[in-house]
Nanobody, 117 residues
Framework: QVQLVESGGGLVQPGGSLRLSCSASGSVFSINFIGWHRQAPGKERELVAVMHSGGSTNYADFVKGRFTISRDNAKTTVYLQMNSLKPEDTAVYYC???????????WGQGTQVTVSS
């Protein structure tokens, strides 16, 4: 069993910053990737950023230069530093994780980010 718990969402003004955290616990012995997706009302869930086991990262074009994904030394907590937030960044942000030798993707419960003045 894998559990993912997100935190750090909230209400922020345009141009502000937030830092999301996702802690993974349970059977997380061989993480293949860990990252963030988001889903805005009426829209499909979309990739925001992902970090692979070797440390390489991928970002959606719409967050490049504004968001940074990182992880702790134990590699079981991943962070998403979000700067220069825009109203269109408003969404529920979900952490997800994949294990080596498994096609199953684990998801957290999501954390709401609202960017509004």
């Amino acid at each position: 069993q894998v559990q993912l718990v997100e935190s750090g969402g909230g209400l922020v003004q345009p141009g502000g910053s937030l830092r999301l955290s996702c802690s993974a616990s349970g059977s997380v012995f061989s993480i293949n990737f860990i990252g963030w997706h988001r889903q805005a009302p009426g829209k499909e869930r979309e990739l925001v950023a992902v970090m692979h086991s070797g440390g390489s990262t991928n970002y959606a074009d719409f967050v490049k230069g504004r968001f940074t994904i990182s992880r702790d030394n134990a590699k079981t907590t991943v962070y998403l530093q979000m700067n220069s937030l825009k109203p269109e960044d408003t969404a529920v942000y979900y952490c997800n994780l994949g294990l080596i030798h498994s096609d199953y993707v684990h998801w957290g419960q999501g954390t709401q980010v609202t960017v509004s003045s």
